[in-house]
C-alpha cells in the first residue's frame, strides 16, 4: 500500500516542463521493433486502428458474439480465505432466458447443419430410451467428439461445463470491462500469484514494482537479467501475461467512473490513473516495457486469427444462433476479418518456439501449456464478478489462439465434412473468447492513440 500511496504523490508533485513531456515519459519507448520480432510498433498501430479495430468491433457487437457462456460461481482451486466483493460495480447481470437467442440456447456445439441435425437425431434416441441403431459407429464416435469438444489435453487453458446449471449467459455489451473499485491486497494477490508462481520465475528473483515483497533496494535489472536469459519461450510467456495486464490495465483507465450523482454517471478517459500504470518516471521505468508487451500480445493472437482462417472457411460452419439471414451475413463479416488479419505482412513466427531437440521441445510446450491453465483456474479466485468475468473470457480468449498456434498440422489435416472425427475442433466458449479477447486487445491499442493525444494536451 506505501508504495502505491508514494506513487500518487508523486504523480501530483512532478512538474513538467513542456506540455509534450508527460506523453513522452509513458510512451518514450512505446515505438520501433519489437524485441523477438520482425515488426514494428508503428506499422501494428497503423494496421490495428484503420484495417482490424472497425470490422471487429462491427463482429462482437453480433448475437453469436456478445453473448458468453460462463459460470462464476465456481470455487476458488488455491487458497480458503475468499470472499465476494460487495462494491456495486463488480455485479454482473446474466441474461434472462428471453434475451439468449433460440439458436445458441438449443445447442453449444451446432456448427454445421450435419453435425445439429446428427445430434438432434441422437437426442430424440435418448429421450425415448431406444436403442441407438439408426447412426452408424463412425457417426456416433463423431457426435461424442462434438459434445465433449476436444482433447482436453489439447487446450491451453479451462473451459467452464456449459451444461452446468451454475453457467449463465452473459451479455458482453451490458457488462462492459471497466473500473470498478476492486483493487489492493486482493487484486494484488492474484496477480502476484500469476507472476510469483505461474511464470517460470525463481524465487529468488525479485520482480520490480511487487508491492508485496520488498525489492530490498533492486532496480529491477536483476529481474531483466534473469528474464533475458530465458529461452525464448519462457520469456514469451511472460511477455504474454505482462501484455495482457497491461492491456487490462488500459482499459480500466480508458473506462473509468469519473463523476456520479443522482442524474447519470460518467465513465471516460482517467488520464491519472493511465499515467499511474505507465509513466516512466512514476513506474521507475516499468510502464513503458509493459506497453511494449502488448503489442507481442497482439502479434500472437492476430496470427492465430491468420491460420485459423481455413476452419472457419469450410462451407459446412456456420455462427449459428437460428436466424440464417444474420448468421450468413456474420459468416461474411468473420471471413473478411479474417482475410485482413492474414494479409497482415509482418506476423510473428511461432516455428522458432519449441523447435529444437524434439523431446525438451515437447516437455517444454507441455509445462507451458499446464503453466497456462493453471493461470485460467485463478481466474476463478478473483473476488470482482466483473472481473473476474472479463479475466476468465480474455485468458480463455489467449489459450485458444496458443492452441490454434501449435495445432497447424491438425488444421491442415482438416476434413471439409463434419460428419466424421475431425482433426481440430473449436467449442463455441471458444471462438467467442477468442475473438472478445482479441477485440479487448485491439480496443487498448485503439486508446493508445486515445492517451496519447490527451497527455500531450497535459498542463501540469
Known amino acids: ?29 512505446v515505438t520501433g521493433t519489437l524485441d523477438d520480432c520482425a515488426c514494428d510498433v508503428e506499422t501494428i498501430d497503423s494496421f490495428n486502428n484503420k484495417e482490424i479495430f472497425p470490422k471487429l468491433q462491427k463482429l462482437l457487437s453480433s448475437d453469436y458474439f456478445r453473448f458468453y457462456q460462463v459460470n462464476l460461481n465456481n470455487p476458488c482451486p488455491f487458497w480458503t480465505d475468499h470472499s465476494q466483493c460487495g462494491l456495486k460495480y463488480c455485479a454482473v447481470k446474466p441474461c434472462t432466458p428471453g434475451e439468449v437467442p433460440e439458436g445458441l440456447k438449443s445447442s453449444s456445439y451446432k456448427y454445421s447443419e450435419e453435425a445439429s441435425q446428427d445430434l438432434e437425431k441422437c437426442e430424440k434416441v435418448e429421450k425415448l430410451g431406444a436403442v441407438n441403431s439408426s447412426l452408424s459407429d463412425e457417426t456416433l464416435q463423431a457426435l461424442q467428439e462434438w459434445k465433449k469438444h476436444d482433447d482436453e489435453s489439447d487446450r491451453f487453458c479451462m473451459l467452464d461445463d456449459e451444461d452446468s446449471p451454475e453457467s449463465k449467459y452473459v451479455d458482453l455489451l451490458l457488462n462492459p470491462e471497466r473500473f470498478t473499485g476492486y483493487k489492493g491486497p486482493e487484486a494484488w494477490r492474484i496477480w502476484n500469484s500469476i507472476y510469483e508462481e505461474n511464470c517460470f520465475k525463481p524465487y529468488s528473483v525479485k520482480r520490480p514494482l511487487n508491492p508485496l515483497v520488498s525489492n530490498s533496494g533492486d532496480d529491477g535489472q536483476g529481474f531483466y537479467r534473469w528474464l533475458e536469459g530465458l529461452c525464448v519461450e519462457k520469456r514469451a510467456f511472460f511477455r504474454l501475461i505482462s501484455g495482457l495486464h497491461c492491456s487490462i490495465n488500459i482499459h480500466l483507465s480508458a473506462r473509468y467512473l469519473l463523476n456520479e450523482n443522482w442524474f447519470e454517471m460518467k465513465w471516460g478517459h482517467n488520464v491519472s490513473e493511465f499515467q499511474l ?37 469450410r462451407s459446412t460452419f456456420h455462427l449459428y444462433t437460428g436466424q440464417p439471414t444474420q448468421d450468413n ?15 497482415f505482412p509482418l506476423h510473428f513466427d511461432e516455428t522458432a518456439l519449441f523447435a529444437g531437440n524434439k523431446k525438451e521441445a515437447m516437455k517444454l510446450k507441455e ?3 499446464l503453466t497456462f491453465k493453471n493461470i485460467s483456474r485463478i481466474m476463478d479466485c478473483v473476488e470482482c464478478f466483473k472481473c473476474r468475468l472479463w479475466g476468465k473470457l480474455q485468458t480463455q480468449g489467449l489459450g485458444t489462439a496458443l492452441k490454434i498456434l501449435f495445432s497447424e498440422r491438425q488444421i491442415e489435416a482438416m476434413p471439409n465434412t463434419s460428419n466424421t472425427n475431425p482433426s481440430f475442433q473449436l467449442s463455441r466458449q471458444e471462438i467467442v473468447s477468442l475473438f472478445n479477447a482479441f477485440g479487448r486487445i485491439s480496443t487498448s491499442v485503439r486508446e493508445l492513440k486515445n492517451f496519447r493525444s490527451l497527455l500531450s494536451k497535459l498542463k501540469q
Open 1 to 29: 500500500m506505501k508504495s502505491f500511496i508514494l506513487l500518487a504523490v508523486l504523480l501530483t508533485s512532478v512538474h513538467v516542463t513542456t506540455a509534450g513531456s508527460a506523453a513522452h515519459r509513458c510512451f518514450c519507448q
Open 367 to 369: 509445462d507451458f501449456k
Open 329 to 343: 451475413e456474420n459468416k461474411k463479416l468473420l471471413l473478411e476479418l479474417l482475410h485482413v488479419a492474414k494479409s
Open 277 to 313: 500504470r505507465f509513466d516512466e518516471e512514476l513506474t521507475e521505468g516499468e510502464g513503458p516495457k509493459r506497453l511494449r508487451n502488448l503489442y507481442f500480445l497482439y502479434l500472437i493472437e492476430l496470427r492465430a486469427l491468420a491460420k485459423i482462417l481455413p476452419y472457419f472457411e
